[in-house]
């Protein structure tokens, strides 16, 4: 099976942002804190506009095997807020999706290979991604391509600490999923 691999035009709008689509409902699913709605759905169509359109730095890509669209990738520069930023040379992965049939078989490798060649030869410099640990694969993936963790982003239930606290209660009752993620540990120092 040959993957080949495209950067995406206006053209291809439509065609990615079906696929993205799809990445979206399978993100919910996992925890992503991002609603699979035509709103979420219209973002991510605006930074492909940007992207494509030369507004914003972004590299979508497609991947094909023949005619079929069987994954792609989107990284690119974040739209521009109310903040400095100390990394001008810094890009966001908004993410990376292959079709669930073709998982296993490079496509994603693919995908990522040639981001990192396309970045680079325009002088970006990092990625900065996201992957959800209710993802193992995307994990792994991450780990492969070399991404090295910088920080935890972590969720406070509010009614579970509540309830912790007004019980005098920690540890398992706590992290319901056993070892603190902060710091491995059965409780919180």
């Known amino acids: 099976m040959e993957v080949e691999i495209s950067v995406a035009g206006p053209a291809d709008r439509e065609e990615f942002l079906e696929m993205w689509g799809q990445f979206l409902l399978e993100h919910e699913k996992i925890g992503d804190d991002l609603r699979a709605s035509d709103r979420t759905l219209a973002y991510f ?8 359109g030369g507004i914003l730095g972004g590299l979508p890509l497609l ?3 023949g005619q079929d669209l069987v994954g792609v990738l989107l990284w690119g520069a974040p739209p521009p807020g109310p903040v400095d930023r100390l990394k001008e040379d810094r890009m966001t992965s908004w993410g990376t999706f292959t079709a669930p049939a073709l998982r296993g078989h490079g496509v994603n490798r693919a995908l990522r290979q040639r981001a990192v060649l396309e970045l680079d030869a325009v002088g970006i410099e990092e990625v900065l991604g996201c992957v959800f640990v209710n ?17 935890i982003n972590a969720v406070l239930d509010i009614h579970t600490e509540a309830e912790a606290l007004r019980q005098g209660v920690r540890g398992k009752k706590f992290y319901p999923r056993g070892l603190c993620p902060l710091c491995g540990r059965d409780e919180p120092k």
């Open 135 to 151: 993802n193992p694969e995307g994990c792994e993936s991450g780990r492969a391509i070399g991404y090295v963790p910088i920080s």
């Open 45 to 52: 169509g605006a930074l492909f506009d940007a992207y494509t």
């Open 63 to 65: 991947a094909r095997v």
